[in-house]
């Protein structure tokens, strides 16, 4: 069963969102507050797929609780609810953990393609590990392994942290070392052609990339920008 958390204080836009995540058969467990999250999390003992979280709320917000989440479980896919004014807590959200923001007022159509795809993205993981801890589909480049099986990353052998969004451009950029991706192209690799949001949503994650694998995060060596184009793998 594919398992949700919503927390989102207002009743009319929290009565939306299930309606149509169990429509889309989703076991939903919705809150109206940050607290109430944290404690259903626990409750459950952390078996959710996704949260989906209001960034203003009463008490805790959003952005505390996605931290809590990110802290308790690399796997679990966040989306940030947002109104078009909080532009900076969308960034910030990005920066402590989220894959993902919907921007309100949004349509059924646009919620429920945000979540499927960043439930495809949590499953793929798990029957991945389920699959095999083997060595193999393993690419090394410099004092970097990417395992593909496991997704798993490590640096001089130690292992990095990443989220489902951040593994997916770490693999596409293994595929392509040396190679100058656009933002559209990592937009559509790993959000899908489909995406409603906008193209900043790679500039942050790159970002947080970079405070995990970059020695000095604000001079990369490996994760470089190309100006007017992109970014590129530099071994």
């Known amino acids: 069963m594919k398992r949700i958390l919503v927390a989102e204080d207002e009743a009319s836009i929290r009565e939306f969102i299930v ?4 429509r889309s058969g989703y076991d939903v467990v919705a809150v109206e507050d940050g607290e109430e999250a944290i404690r259903a999390y626990e409750d459950c003992s952390g078996e959710f797929d996704i949260a989906l979280l209001d960034i203003m709320m009463p008490g805790v917000d959003g952005l505390e609780v996605c931290k809590y989440l990110r802290n308790k479980s690399s796997s679990i896919g ?52 389920k699959a095999s801890t083997s060595q193999s589909d393993v690419i090394t480049l410099g004092e970097f392994t990417l395992r593909i099986r496991n997704r798993t990353l490590t640096k001089n052998g130690l292992p990095i942290e990443l989220t489902q969004v951040e593994f997916q451009i770490m693999e596409l950029f293994f ?40 020695d000095e995060p604000s001079h990369p060596r490996h994760l470089t920008t190309i100006w007017g184009i992109g970014y590129k793998w530099v071994v």
């Open 19 to 22: 309606i149509n995540l169990q």
């Open 78 to 129: 966040i989306v940030m609810l947002t109104a078009k004014t909080q532009e900076m807590d969308k960034v910030t959200g990005l920066l402590v953990g989220a894959d993902d923001y919907i921007t309100k007022p949004f349509s059924p159509s646009e919620l429920m393609a945000r979540i499927d795809a960043i439930y495809r993205r949590v499953a793929l993981n798990k029957e991945a590990t």
């Open 175 to 214: 595929n392509n070392p040396g190679a100058a991706l656009s933002r559209s192209e990592i937009l559509n690799y790993v959000w899908g052609d489909s995406y409603y949001g906008d193209e900043k949503v790679v500039d942050v994650n790159i970002r947080r990339l970079r405070m995990k694998i970059e």
